[in-house]
């Protein structure tokens, strides 16, 4: 094992203990606030929701080039739901800040 494995691994380890902080860190602060559970889980309901419109409206063809690569029908519909939906996230992240600083413009 050359010092390159050991740096990939510690990186493996360092977002693995990021993703786990990310998690655990909020719902043992959001113990003392069980209302901010709500919000949370009103926002992950919402991309659930948003995931599952955008995934009605993707496609799912199956061109040469996806084939090489052994993609299948429900693959390509799932990639295609996620892309959707990142594009409708981006959307309304764009909206929100034009309406923010709008806002502030007029008033």
């Known amino acids: 094992m050359d010092s390159f494995d050991i740096i990939l691994?510690?990186?493996?380890?360092?977002?693995?203990f990021a993703f786990v902080a990310a998690v655990l860190l909020p719902l043992i602060s959001a113990i003392g606030d069980p209302k901010s559970l709500l919000k949370s889980g009103m926002g992950v309901v919402f991309i659930i929701v948003l995931y599952f419109i955008a995934y009605a409206f993707s496609g799912s063809e199956v061109t040469q080039?996806?084939?090489?690569?052994?993609?299948?029908?429900?693959?390509?519909?799932?990639?295609?739901?996620?892309?959707?939906?990142?594009?409708?996230?981006?959307?309304?992240?764009?909206?929100?800040?034009?309406?923010?600083?709008?806002?502030?413009?007029?008033?």
């Open 65 to 107: 080039e996806y084939a090489k690569f052994n993609v299948g029908p429900e693959l390509s519909k799932t990639v295609g739901g996620t892309l959707i939906m990142a594009y409708m996230l981006l959307g309304f992240a764009l909206s929100g800040i034009l309406y923010t600083e709008f806002n502030k413009i007029f008033k």
């Open 9 to 16: 691994y510690l990186g493996y380890a360092l977002v693995i």
